[in-house]
């Protein structure tokens, strides 16, 4: 069974500051691995796919790395805003069934 | 990508009593997910629905305990049957394994 670790649970900065959010898997066997964002009220918004092939993806202030053969993940977030202000979550994929890590939430302060 | 409308937004219901939960897509999609977020903890799958056949369940969840109706390729439903305190949770619909619905906070007291 896959597991989803990420790391830290909960992460306070300031706005402009640069923001690194890990992930870990156990079972490198997957077809994608994703990066959401969550907010209150609003469901989960898909931010990045990364295929299983693929080392990264970017959009905008936004990257993430994959590193399958050690089983982690890393999301990336330029020059943080308030608006960042959110939970963000990883799951990786297997014939679209998605295993979720326990997300990591973010404040920045203004 | 899909459009997911789901419904109700939240409910405070007592034990012992029914949900329905919907979903309603703004395309076709083979497969539907549901899953659940439990207070302070990630989401867990309870099923996959698929259009014209039975939904497969996840371990630990149970076809009477949650009843799934998946009637054509944009719409699904997930009912939480004979509730208690601890089905409170936020139920979440997926399609495809890439959009979600908003969720529904389900409280039982």
């Known amino acids: 069974k896959q597991e989803v670790t990420q790391i830290p649970a909960a992460l306070s900065v300031p706005e402009g500051e640069n923001l690194v959010l890990n992930c870990s898997f156990t079972d490198s066997a997957i077809y994608n691995l994703q990066w959401f964002r969550q907010d209150p009220g609003k469901g989960l918004t898909s931010l990045l796919l990364i295929q299983s092939s693929q080392r990264e993806q970017t959009s905008g202030r936004l990257n993430a790395s994959l590193d399958k053969s050690s089983g982690r993940s890393t999301l990336y977030i330029a020059a943080s805003q308030p608006g960042d202000s959110a939970t963000y979550l990883c799951?990786?994929?297997?014939?679209?069934?998605?295993?979720f890590g326990a997300g990591t939430t973010v404040t920045v302060r203004a | 990508s899909a459009v997911i409308s789901q419904k109700p937004s939240r409910d405070i219901c007592q034990r012992g009593t029914s949900l329905t939960i919907q979903c309603q897509v703004d395309s076709q999609v083979t497969m539907m997910f549901w899953y659940r977020q439990q207070p302070g903890q990630s989401l867990t799958l309870i099923a996959t629905?698929?259009?014209?056949?039975?939904?497969?369940?996840e371990s630990g969840f149970v076809i009477d305990k949650f009843p799934i109706s998946r009637p054509n390729l944009t719409f699904s439903t997930l009912t939480v049957s004979n509730m208690s305190p601890e089905d409170s949770s936020i139920y979440l619909c997926s399609a495809a394994g890439y959009t979600f619905g908003s969720g529904t906070r389900l409280t039982v007291v």
């Open positions: 799951a990786t994929s297997n014939d679209y069934k998605l295993s």
């Open positions: 629905a698929n259009q014209g056949s039975e939904a497969t369940y």
